[in-house]
């Protein structure tokens, strides 16, 4: 087997190794080194990813595929997990378990890896499962506070049903199609109820993963209950990893017409389901949380035009990493204010603080789509993929929501900016304030690093 | 050359959100800005050429066939050069703001977001700059208007956020649809890509229309607009009135006109009709409205009612070639005109706000005796506004009913009696607010600062001189290179 073909993967599982050793023999007062392992892992990921760039073909029997859409998670997913990573150290400073928090995020980081590159249905199941479960430990992590543990329990409960779902769908597919493998089921799905209902259960694990309609609870409450560092992870990284999953997946059924249309109303009743319920939020955290399960219904809208639009695939990978670097900003923000959540405390924090101010409305207003953000081009390359195809209608239904939405987020914008100051702000500082700048550094620089991105990818897509 | 009169605001604006300078400094910065790119414009004006010059292009996304592409013709050139005016007249209007170096970065930033709209041909660039002319504006108004300026601004920006929107389906149409997908606007007007029957166009037509229609604004989309301009601060105002406006008509123009002639024909009728229905209804609620700048917004409805349907008229694809061309060139200098009459309306009444605090017209009267300056400066902008012969709006105003006449005569009849309430509306305005008695609490009214006076007598010159001898504008334009030329039967 030729065991170099997985390094980046291998490279982050050692590292979460690693973590876990230094952890129980460090004192508690220095873990914050184990963010320090725990970044340079990821980043040796990267460097061995962009080693492989390029490649495409399957590899380890064919459960795994090695093409653009690959190389592009190995190095979108670690990178997010840098940052979310770095927010840490301080954040868990006094948390008595900081430095295996560490290690639950890279085996998190592998869950994420492993399911973006499955060619195999049993594959992704692990990988999904493997996301999944250090997901709940890291939404859970803050013990003694009630909020942290009611998360982590949501998150667990939709959890376990989905992924219920999810195995089940992959016994019916195997039961049908007489395979798990992505190669053989390509085009070989034949068209039974009993394959649809199979391919729906399927896509239900992934839409918990996502945080689509209607597994999509889980995720104001992570937003919202999770250390700040792990809810940037878990709205960000799995669902980037769940969309690649996700157009794999829909990529091998092209006949079944039906798929589609169920992810065209899946993808429009997330966007308005998000929308519609951000408007109502007091809570800044939990307003990050819905209108990401929104950005969850725009992305859909790639996964809706699988095979009939050339640009679906660029646009998906795109979309969802201007979007989850927003994210980042977003929640780095929110952990640069310490945690600063209601809405009304964000009365006149310009003066205060103007580059945390600055820095959330920028990540606003690219979630928004206003331009030359990155956002705007996610967006802008998302319309373009659907409005080619019969599935215009979404275009018109995520302008609509799009709408909506910079309502909410001026809401928190706006009396930040315009409203006179009030009461002293405290920081955290550190590294999270690093993250803060260097994210917002990347979502800036994103609008130029947008033509190299989108000329290397093309439509690459195993199998 | 026009990439530096669009990058010279931008840069003025970096330094003045970065450097820590005053308020005078300031307020220099950003008058000079845009002075800048207003030489830059001349000077391409100067060196002269037909249809798109002084063109430059730079590689942004070439997979998609996105640039940064900058050229002008005529019109855009014209819209360019009126913009640079405002934003210097606007910029230099003395006030006393909060914050001065955020208000004057803003204010530079929106010179070269509205200069850079006028002067690009990339779709994606210019729709880059329409939306960022909202964010722009968002911030003035929201930061340094009064009243309920949070609630207008938002008002404002969702409401033309939707109609960018909607532009940017149709431009993404429009570019999908051609054999290669490009947004270079020349490559889309030599060669329009949508046929005139079926759904899609009209659909696409439609999009366009209700999102230029927003930022215009026409019936009955126009609502955000009072709120927007009575709670903004003056100078601002006029850079709404006399800038921003102007996007939605220059847009209807350049995307569905020269872009989907063939639509555009069978549709001009309904869109002729929406004009007018905006002459009326923006000259008789005017009529009805007691707060000065309330008053003024709604004359806005009214003029740009004028140029949609001047606009219309020249798309339809009726009526002789020469009143197809006499309706468009009115309805580019009504944008001029409207642009430089209304910018000093809107600063006569940024002075009087800052004189009284006050826009509530009968709390107004005999101001003609402590300040004939500002009468007289607003007297003339008033008789401009309503079409005065001799002055620039009646330039306008004549060319778009002399080629209305031609085409839609029994709109161009109804159409002319919005003149007449306009003429009325202002006639009262003025002799409310100058003639009579003075009420007591309007006692110590101090008239125009020599700034003050010197920037509206620019551009009330200007003004005149259209009004005047308007053929170096009207060749300036040269109406005759925009219309689209259709084929037979379109």
Redesign the interface.
Known sequence: MPIGDLAPELAVLLTAVAVLLLAMVLPQRRHGWCAGLAVLGLGLSMALALGQAGAERLTFSGTYALDPATTWARLAIPGLAILCAGLAPRWLATDRRHGEFYAMLLFSTLGALAMAGAADLMQLVMGVLLSSVTGYVLAAYHRDWEISLEAGMKYFLVGALANAFLVIGVVFVMGIAGSTDYATLSGGIPEDPLALIGLTLVLTGLFFKLGAVPVHTWVPDVAEGAPVPAAAFLTVVPKLAGAVALYRLVHLAPGLAALPLLIALVAAATMTVGNLTAIWQDDLRRLIGWSSVSQTGYALMAVAVVGVAPMALPALLGFMTVYGLANVVAFAVVAELRGRTRIADYRGLLRARPGAVVALTLAF?SL?G???LAG??GK?AL??AT??TGFGWL??VA??N??VS??YY?RVI?PA??AAPEGPVETLGGSARAVLWISVAILVGATVL??PF??SLGQGLLP | MLTLAVLIPLLAAAVLALAPVGAGAARWTATGAPALSLLALIAVWAGGGEGFRAVAEA??????GIAWRVGVDGMSLALALMSALIFVAASAWPMEVHHPRSYYAWMAFLAGVSIGLFVTLDL?VF??FF??S??GMY?LI??WGHGE??HA??KF??YT??GS??I??GI??L??NMPQMTFDMRAIIDSPPLAAAGMVPGLIFLAFVVGFGIKTPVFPVHTWLPPAHVNAPGPASAILAGVLLKMGTYGLIRMPMQMMPETFARWALPLAVVGVISILWGSIVAFAQDNLKRRIAYTSVNHMGYTVLGIAVAGSALGSEAARQMALTGAVVEMIAHGLITGALFLVAGAVWQRAGDYHLPNFGGLAGPAPRLTGAATLAAFASLGLPGLAGFVAELHIFLGTFAVYPWLGAIGLLGILITAALFLRMIRQMFFGDMPKERAGFTDLTGTETALLAGLLALVVLIGIWPAWLLELIDAAALIPVLGPGG
């Open positions: 207003l928004v206003i331009p030359p705007f081009l802008f319309f373009s409005l080619g275009a018109v302008v609509a799009t709408v910079l309502f001026l706006a900016v315009f947008w033509a989108w000329a | 590689p942004w996304i070439p997979t998609l994606i729709y880059v939306d960022l909202l964010v911030f929201g930061r300026a949070q601004a938002l920006f969702i956020l939707a929107l909607l940017l389906i993404i149409v570019a999908l």
